[in-house]
């Protein structure tokens, strides 16, 4: 039992340094924070469908805070401090810790069969990857966008064309890095899902 709890934490502790170097390496940087990037949140999404929920709730919370650490600059743009526990919450916290359930639908493949666990873990990934995105506009709808206006910035920028329209410009602005994200995520763990039997110690399908 001990060795399996110390093999466990090992695993937590790789998925989350592994999503860390993942997120340094991005396909697309939108101008005012956002990033595409190679399945960044996968290797939590994997913990999570492996382990289970609370161990991948533990590392997407760790996950969270490292993320919130390399994004300190960014609340020093609140105006208070509920703008700022909105981004420590809305754009950090929340949506990457949320990533731990990604292995909701772990359990409804008892036989650890292939086709079933490609369509559970890929529709955990999306799940969970589309409630950061709804995240990421709540911030930008509550906070983001009246920052920028009063900023001025939105004279060069897609704000322009939903100043008055904050939750269609969050929609738009974040959808821009987020639906990419969603996807890439989602087909590399259908594809990862395809070859390894996520459950199992070994990783080999039953034969």
Same mark, same amino acid.
Not at 79 to 98: E, H, K, M
């Given at each position: 039992?001990?060795?399996?709890?110390?093999?466990?934490?090992?695993?937590?502790?790789?998925?989350?340094?592994?999503?860390?170097?993942?997120?340094?390496?991005?396909?697309?940087?939108?101008?005012?924070?956002?990033?595409?990037?190679?399945?960044?949140?996968?290797?939590?999404?994997?913990?999570?469908?492996?382990?289970?929920?609370?161990?991948?709730?533990?590392?997407?919370?760790?996950?969270?805070?490292?993320?919130?650490?390399?994004?300190?600059?960014?609340?020093?743009?609140?105006?208070?401090?509920?703008?700022?526990?909105?981004?420590?919450?809305?754009?950090?916290?929340?949506?990457?810790?949320?990533?731990?359930?990604?292995?909701?639908?772990?359990?409804? +493949?008892?036989?650890?069969?292939?086709?079933?666990?490609? !369509? $559970?873990?890929? @529709? =955990?990934?999306? %799940?969970?990857?589309? /409630?950061?995105?709804?995240?990421?506009?709540?911030?930008?709808?509550?906070?983001?966008?009246?920052?920028?206006?009063?900023?001025?910035?939105?004279?060069?920028?897609?704000?322009?064309?939903?100043?008055?329209?904050?939750?269609?410009?969050?929609?738009?602005? +974040?959808?821009?890095?987020?639906?990419?994200?969603?996807? !890439? $995520?989602?087909? @590399? =763990?259908?594809? %990862?899902?395809?070859? /390894?039997?996520?459950?199992?110690?070994?990783?080999?399908?039953?034969?």
């Amino acid at each position: 039992m001990k060795n399996k709890k110390v093999i466990i934490l090992v695993e937590s502790a790789l998925c989350v340094a592994l999503s860390t170097a993942l997120s340094f390496f991005a396909i697309y940087k939108s101008p005012f924070g956002g990033d595409v990037t190679f399945a960044s949140c996968l290797p939590i999404a994997l913990l999570s469908y492996r382990r289970g929920i609370p161990c991948g709730i533990a590392a997407g919370f760790v996950y969270s805070i490292i993320q919130l650490l390399m994004g300190l600059e960014n609340i020093s743009y609140a105006t208070g401090i509920w703008s700022a526990a909105a981004i420590i919450f809305l754009d950090y916290i929340i949506p990457f810790t949320i990533i731990g359930f990604s292995g909701m639908f772990r359990k409804t +493949n008892r036989e650890n069969t292939k086709g079933l666990q490609m !369509i $559970t873990f890929g @529709a =955990g990934i999306a %799940i969970t990857l589309t /409630l950061r995105y709804i995240c990421h506009i709540l911030s930008g709808a509550i906070v983001w966008h009246s920052l920028t206006v009063s900023s001025g910035v939105e004279e060069n920028s897609l704000i322009a064309l939903f100043v008055d329209q904050p939750w269609l410009y969050s929609i738009v602005y +974040n959808g821009i890095f987020m639906v990419p994200e969603i996807f !890439i $995520t989602t087909i @590399a =763990g259908v594809i %990862i899902s395809s070859f /390894l039997c996520l459950k199992n110690e070994k990783f080999s399908y039953k034969k």
